[in-house]
């Protein structure tokens, strides 16, 4: 079975938010396990947040439903926010995809398409007040990697979306596999995939 991940990019975005999880995914589906695509609004290049000029394979508009769906943060997500298109894909994609995954401040954008409430959640340092602001239904946690609700997975700033990343791999093709992918990246010191914090299990799989 292949699932297929599709990863929204948009201007100013973090380059590892995004580049992090599309490494872990891309390793993992070497076998056929997942296909992974970037997606954005329009077909042109951007720019990402160091700079990094991307072009996406696909348009929000042309891109398929997806078993795997990750919205990365940085600066241009405060922009994304607030973009109808954007919040539309999230919600629709929302409804058919295993997980939801975001990283640092793509929780706002989960926040802003209504998808946080009732959840345990967290991002960057630097953005969980305003998270709470944005996620009033929600409850922020400010000393975990990453958050497992099950649907809805919520890592940390920047590189914690790796280890969340592999943690969703974990999930659905077992932790040898996520184990294999965390070796082959040298991630791990130990070639293990990092493991959830205390409370993070998924409420459902």
Do not use: K
């Not at 891309?26 to 695509?37: D, H, K, L, M």
């Not at 959840?119 to 340092?125: E, F, L, N």
């Not at 709470?132 to 099950?150: I, K, Q, S, W």
């Amino acid at each position: 079975m292949t699932r297929t991940v599709q990863i929204l990019l948009f201007d100013a975005v973090e380059l590892l938010d995004f580049a992090g999880p599309f490494e872990v995914f891309s390793v993992a589906g070497r076998e056929g396990a997942f296909a992974v695509q970037t997606v954005a609004e329009a077909a042109a290049p951007l720019r990402s947040r160091g700079g990094l000029t991307v072009t996406p394979d696909a348009t929000l508009a042309e891109a398929p439903q997806a078993d795997v769906l990750v919205v990365p943060g940085g600066q241009g997500a405060r922009t994304a926010m607030h973009r109808a298109p954007v919040l539309d894909w999230v919600r629709d994609g929302a409804e058919t995809a295993t997980v939801v995954l975001s990283v640092c401040t793509g929780a706002f954008i989960l926040a802003r398409a209504g998808l946080l409430d009732g959840c345990t959640v967290t991002t960057h340092r630097d953005g969980l007040d305003r998270l709470e602001t944005l996620a009033p239904g929600a409850e922020v946690v400010r000393d975990r990697r990453f958050v497992d609700n099950g649907a809805i997975v919520t890592a940390a700033g920047i590189a914690a979306g790796i280890d969340a990343a592999l943690h969703v791999v974990a999930r659905l093709c077992g932790t040898d596999h996520a184990a294999a992918t965390a070796r082959h990246m040298e991630y791990a010191s130990d070639g293990a995939a990092p493991r959830a914090p205390s409370g993070s299990s998924p409420a459902s799989s």
